[in-house]
């Protein structure tokens, strides 16, 4: 079985000035890949869901 290949969408956390841009691809079943749209060079982070949720719902009830 093969990954899909990334569908990245651009966080709604991100600035509107496009000074802090952060893209999430979470198309695959078993990994959640995290990039800064500005610096592509650097590569991505990748969680499991379980852990990319965990992180999203714990930064939810730290937003500003």
């Given at each position: 079985?093969?990954?899909?290949?990334?569908?990245w969408?651009?966080?709604?956390?991100?600035?509107?000035?496009?000074?802090?841009?952060?893209?999430?691809?979470?198309?695959?079943?078993?990994?959640?890949?995290v990039?800064?749209?500005?610096?592509?060079?650097?590569?991505?982070?990748?969680?499991?869901?379980?852990?990319?949720?965990?992180?999203?719902?714990?930064?939810?009830?730290?937003?500003?």
């Amino acid at each position: 079985m093969t990954e899909a290949s990334p569908n990245w969408h651009k966080s709604t956390y991100s600035g509107n000035d496009n000074d802090a841009c952060v893209e999430v691809a979470d198309n695959a079943p078993r990994v959640v890949r995290v990039r800064d749209t500005k610096d592509l060079a650097t590569g991505e982070l990748t969680a499991a869901p379980p852990a990319w949720a965990a992180f999203v719902a714990y930064a939810r009830t730290r937003a500003v």
